[in-house]
Every structure is written in structure tokens, then in C-alpha cells.
């Protein structure tokens, strides 16, 4: 590989950086004052109630993110001089600021996560496979469209990235001080999403393999007490930044018992996205990655398992356990938990790509092996950041929840009694306080449509009809009977192609053939009922 001066090497990182930025900053407001993004009433909320009480009374998600969350929030409101309760500094517009600076922080997490990446590869792989794997990163749509959002699964894979960093320092180096810093980032990322903790596995993996290189033995690298270092600072760390999991032991074991049952509620473990390697491999990877890189990464894995290099065991190691996590027994599943392991998949990805460079060097030269490279990797990067700009594009655009909250606040008086059709879905607009809602799952519970509501509000989007089933046809008959269809707002537009969702995730914007649509959310059709006849 031709040597990359380092001038230029911080040159393309900083572009690579600011790029990042772009992509995961841009249309970061989308929905606000509105919540669209399910998951994010578990952070932000919890952050603003760390007043007097620092127990965050939910386990389902670990702390740290919430405490990091808070610390800013707090610091924000210093800066501006204000003072007090948290949750009365930051209640207008329903706490629209905080959930904007909270969502500001995972797109900056996300963002550092890009030159981590390429820190991490750089001493070990080189600089060309490190450039190859930020790049990878910096442009993966799974990665920018969840950095965008006050979830906790990119601000963990900064934490998961830089625990690699020190992970991959194990085989090169094997200081006592890389072992505590790969225990402290694997603590964070733990506490910060359980998940993230799989990179221990990777960890353990990376201290066999420098000891085997020592010719060790397998007893010899047990008894080396950096292992356990690293295995108590990441206990301790975990432990630190996220107390409560401890000293509310009762809590975490609810919430620990809910989530293992809300895993597996669909149909008995049958979840409506499917389950096991053909959820992964034919729907979930091909709608996060594209196609083009899910074949590059599972081509780089087994060139890896063939052709190894130092460090690569141990990220094979994490990846192994990521997926098993996912294809192993029935869960309900979410296209965002691949965050961790595009990671490692994006490591292993360049370091295929240089050895590939190399091997073509060697057939047909260096100047059109080079060529042949940039044009392979434009034909990758190009349909991902095609996706990013489309993705942003379509977050500037006002939800239809947003319209048609508006339009029932224009046109439907206050305390008027409106029917939910499938209840408070994440479907419907948000307006539960102003009228006095009928939740009903079918209009057949209601023994007289005209006499029970003057107005129906239906949302429906059958790529998510888990989350907007719509009316049904015994529904819409009646409603056509008894009823004035007063607004329709049908976000795809006719004819297009059908934009891909992940069926598990209530979160109405499209993986793929995002132009399908004019703008997020269900279609929503609202109903004003005929006067009963008397």
C-alpha cells in the first residue's frame, strides 16, 4: 500500500469528521415539540427528574446516558442562569429544549465515534484500511439515522468504540494501563447499553491471542492478572455510573423479567419481522447497510477466518456474540441493535479492502489497482450517503401526526368526544388532554356510532401494521354509512415504490425507498359523524 502522509491522514479524518457532523446534525428538530421517536420518553424524562432523587427507577435501559444527559441539561441551564427544578426549566413547549439538546449529544457521540474508528485502526491495520473504516462509519445510514435521536445505542458504541481502541491495544502492546482502559470503556459502554457489554468477549479473546503470540499457555494466560484487571475496572466502572442496578435491585429484576417478556410477546416468539439469520441476514442487514456493504462485510469476515491478523480474532470474537444475541430464539427484534457490530464489521471491512488492493497490486499493477478501488468504493458509499441525504430531507418535512393535530385543534372543539380506532398508538396525534378520547379497537364495541362520538380518528400504514393496523373494512363501511370523511392525509405517494420499514420499530420513516414518501408518519383519516337521527 503506498504510504499515506500524515498531514494528509488528519486532512481526509477531519473531512471524514466534519462530514459526520453534517449528516447526523441535520433535521436533528424533526417532530419536536412532538415526541416521534419511540424510546426517548425513557431518557430525557428520567435526566430531568434527577433532582432530588438519583435512583432513575427504570432498569430497562442502564443510566449513564441519563446521568451524562442530566449533567448537561443542568449545565446548560447554569449557563443561562437558571435555577431550580429542572423539569420547570425546560417545560415549554413539552420539554422540547431538553429533548433537542439530549438528541444534540448523541449526534456529537456519534460523530467522535467516526476519528475513534479511525484511531483504532490506524496502529494496527494501517492508514488506508483505518480511512476505509471511518468512511464506513461516517456514511452507514443505520449509524447516522439513530445518532440523530436521545436513544442510547450510538452515544454506547462511542464507549464500544473506544473499548476496541484499547482491545486491539492488547494485542500490539499489552500494557497494564490498556487492559484498565479497555475494562473502563467496556464499563461505560455497558452501562450505557447492556448490550455493548458483548465487547468483553472480544476483550478476553484479544488477551489469549497476545499470549498465545508470546507462547503462552493456555493456563499462563489465565493466571495474568491484566485479564481480571480489566475485569474489575469494568465491573467497578459499571457499577459506578450506574449504581441503582444494585442498590434497587428490585427494580432491575421487574424491568429485566419485562424485557425478557416483551422480546418474546408476538404470537407466542413469532414477531411480525420474522426472527433467527433469515431476519438478519434478508431483512435487517440489507435495509441498515445496503446490500452492496452486507456482501463486503460477510465476504471480509470469512477472508478474516481465512487470512488473520493480529487483533482480528478478538473483533470476530464481538461479532459472533452480536449476532448470536440476535438469532438465537424468537425475540422481538430492532434493526438499531446492528449498531454494535457494524463496528467491528466496519474494522474488518477495511482491512479486506487493503488485502484485496494489495492482491490486485500484484495482478494488474498499483496505478490501476488504485482505480479499481475508488471506483469499487464509490459504487458502495455512494447509494449510502444517497440514503442520508434523502433521510434528512425527509425529517425536515412536517409530520402528518403534526397536521393533524393542527387541523383537529382548527376544526374539532375542545372536550368534544372523539373515538381512537386502536387507541393511543404511536399513530395518532397527540392530542390527549384537549377532547375526550373513546380508545375502542373496533367500531362494533360502540352500540351507536352517532350517539357515542361526533368525530373518528383512524391511523394506518400497513408496512407497520403492528403499530397502525387502520380501520377494517366493516370499520370503513360503516364509517362510509354514518359518517363524512372531513381529512385524509396519505404520506406515500401514489404509485411509488413501497418504502421499507422495520416492521419491529414505531418509528414511521423508511429504511429504504425513503422518496416513496412526501413526509413521516401513518396516514390518518379523520371522520365527523352524522347527527342521529331523531
Known amino acids: 500500500m503506498p504510504a499515506i502522509d500524515k498531514r494528509l491522514q488528519v486532512a481526509l479524518l477531519a473531512a471524514l469528521t466534519i462530514i459526520a457532523a453534517w449528516l447526523r446534525f441535520s433535521a436533528i ?6 415526541q416521534f421517536r419511540p424510546d426517548e420518553e425513557m431518557t430525557v424524562p428520567t435526566a430531568l427528574g434527577f433532582e432530588k432523587d438519583w435512583n432513575p427507577h427504570l432498569a430497562v435501559y442502564p443510566a449513564a446516558q441519563t446521568y451524562l444527559i442530566h449533567g448537561v441539561l443542568r449545565s446548560n441551564a447554569m449557563l443561562f442562569g437558571v435555577h431550580g427544578d429542572l423539569r420547570t426549566a425546560y417545560g415549554a413547549d413539552d420539554g422540547a429544549q431538553a429533548f433537542l439538546i439530549a438528541r444534540q449529544i448523541s449526534a456529537a457521540m456519534g460523530t467522535l465515534t467516526v476519528p475513534v474508528i479511525y484511531l483504532a485502526a490506524a496502529p494496527v491495520f494501517g492508514p488506508v484500511a483505518a480511512v476505509i473504516s471511518a468512511t464506513i462509519v461516517t456514511v452507514s445510514y443505520l449509524h447516522v439515522r439513530e445518532s440523530k ?20 491495544r492488547l494485542v500490539t502492546r499489552g500494557h497494564w494501563m490498556d487492559y484498565a482502559l479497555a475494562g473502563f470503556f467496556c464499563g461505560l459502554a455497558t452501562a450505557t447499553h447492556y448490550t455493548a457489554g458483548a465487547i468483553a468477549i472480544g476483550i478476553v479473546m484479544a488477551h489469549l491471542e497476545a499470549r498465545h503470540r508470546e507462547a503462552r499457555s493456555l493456563f499462563g494466560s489465565l493466571i495474568d492478572f491484566r485479564i481480571y484487571l480489566a475485569g474489575a475496572v469494568t465491573i467497578l466502572t459499571f457499577l459506578s455510573v450506574n449504581p441503582y442496578f444494585i442498590l434497587d435491585w428490585q427494580q432491575t429484576a421487574n424491568d429485566l423479567w419485562f424485557l425478557n417478556a416483551s422480546h418474546t410477546m408476538w404470537n407466542n416468539g413469532n414477531t411480525p419481522a420474522g426472527f433467527g439469520w433469515p431476519w438478519l441476514l434478508l431483512l435487517a442487514m440489507p435495509a441498515s447497510f445496503g446490500v452492496g456493504w452486507e456482501i463486503f462485510f460477510l465476504a471480509a469476515m470469512l477472508w478474516m477466518l481465512l487470512r488473520p491478523k493480529p487483533g482480528v480474532y478478538a473483533l470476530m470474537a464481538f461479532i459472533a456474540v452480536c449476532f448470536w444475541s440476535v438469532t438465537s430464539g424468537h425475540p422481538q427484534l430492532e434493526f438499531r441493535y446492528l449498531v454494535n457490530p457494524l ?12 488485502d484485496l488492493m494489495a492482491w490486485a497490486s500484484a495482478w494488474i499493477g498499483s496505478r490501476a489497482a488504485l482505480s479499481l478501488a475508488a471506483s ?13 441525504v434523502e433521510l434528512n430531507q425527509l425529517l425536515r418535512q412536517e409530520d402528518t401526526r403534526t397536521i393533524a ?28 388532554h384537549r377532547y375526550k378520547m373513546i380508545p375502542i379497537k373496533r367500531l362494533a364495541e360502540l352500540p351507536s356510532l352517532s350517539r ?21 373494512d366493516a370499520d370503513l363501511a360503516e364509517l362510509n354509512s354514518e359518517a363524512t370523511l372531513e381529512f385524509d392525509l396519505d404520506p406515500i405517494k401514489a404509485g411509488a415504490a413501497t418504502p421499507v420499514f422495520d416492521p419491529n420499530d414505531a418509528f414511521y420513516v423508511p429504511f429504504n425507498n425513503i422518496t416513496s ?15 342521529a337521527l331523531e
Do not use: C, Q
Open 343 to 354: 463496528l467491528a464489521m466496519a474494522l474488518l471491512a477495511g482491512v479486506f479492502a487493503v
Open 452 to 472: 357515542w362520538a361526533p368525530w373518528v380518528v383512524a391511523d394506518s400504514l400497513p408496512m407497520l401494521s403492528l403499530w397502525s393496523e387502520g380501520a377494517s
Open 149 to 168: 435521536f436521545a436513544k442510547v445505542e450510538v452515544p454506547a458504541g462511542l464507549w464500544l468504540a473506544l473499548s476496541i481502541l484499547m482491545m486491539l
Open 29 to 34: 428538530d424533526f417532530g419536536l415539540p412532538d
Open 517 to 531: 414518501m412526501v413526509r413521516p408518519g401513518p396516514r390518518i383519516r379523520i371522520w365527523k359523524v352524522n347527527p
Open 376 to 388: 469499487v468504493g464509490i459504487v458502495l458509499v455512494t447509494p449510502s450517503l444517497i440514503r442520508d
Open 405 to 432: 393535530e393542527k387541523w383537529m385543534v382548527d376544526h374539532i372543539p375542545p372536550l368534544s368526544e372523539v373515538v381512537m380506532i386502536h387507541g393511543f398508538t404511536y399513530g395518532k396525534p397527540k392530542v390527549p
